[in-house]
């Protein structure tokens, strides 16, 4: 009997908005991260930050690069100094966020336009502080900096996957809410005092839980938002 054909995943590219945003996205915070990968896809080099599963289908956010090396250091940024990342050939500072850059062919993963809609779950949260707080409450029971996904160029729409796990099953559920008028940030800044939201450059005071804010250029493909 032939063997049967092993299901080939997919991978479905999202454009992010900056090569910070990858950066941000890998980064964990405590001065570990997660690797990206440098691929030479069919229009250019990009680095790219693997995400979240749909199915056979996971999201992979990228940036073309013109850069490139074995790793990145990426520094968060303060109230003085701007958020900034660039290529290094080694770690030569204690104390800074390095990621690792693995130079890898992906052309193995069938690129999707996008995934398979029934495995995904869509949700409209009608306040965005209602959407980030779950997201802020998860990071600190998982005891990791959670993100969020913001697009738009008025109003702008925030996204977060599984945010509630009481609502989790089997398939991704997607929750999205708007933000007017549209920030221009890296982080979301939740009080759980008064239930209050913030949008933030950079991370300064200890008072607050933080989820990051991944930039994308362009919307998820599965997301239409009338």
Do not use: W
């Not at 092993?6 to 990858?22: K, M, P």
């Not at 056979?56 to 003085?80: I, K």
């Not at 030569?92 to 995904?120: C, F, M, W």
């Not at 998982?142 to 398939?171: H, P, Q, R, W």
């Amino acid at each position: 009997m032939p063997r049967k054909k092993q299901e080939q995943g997919r991978l479905l590219y999202v454009r992010a908005a900056s090569l910070e945003d990858v950066c941000r996205h890998a980064c964990n915070f405590d001065f570990t991260a997660e690797p990206l990968v440098m691929y030479r896809h069919r229009s250019g080099k990009r680095l790219v930050a693997l995400g979240e599963h749909i199915g056979d289908t996971q999201l992979a956010y990228y940036v073309n690069s013109g850069g490139d090396g074995p790793m990145l250091l990426y520094e968060p940024g303060n109230g003085e100094t701007k958020e900034r990342a660039h290529f290094v050939s080694n770690a030569d500072q204690t104390g800074k966020h390095y990621i690792n850059v693995v130079h890898a062919d992906l052309s193995a993963y069938r690129e999707a336009k996008e995934p398979d809609k029934k495995g995904i779950v869509l949700i409209n949260v009608e306040k965005p502080e209602d959407l980030v707080g779950a997201v802020a409450r998860k990071s600190v029971r998982d005891e990791s900096m959670a993100c969020v996904y913001a697009f738009g160029a008025g109003t702008k729409t925030i996204v977060a996957f599984n945010a509630l796990g009481a609502l989790a099953d089997d398939k991704l559920t997607v929750y999205y809410s708007k933000l007017d008028p549209r920030p221009e940030c890296n982080f979301a800044r939740y009080d759980y005092r008064d239930n209050s939201l913030g949008f933030v450059r950079s991370m300064e005071s200890h008072a607050y839980v933080y989820a990051k804010v991944i930039n994308l250029a362009e919307p998820f493909p599965f997301l239409k938002i009338q």
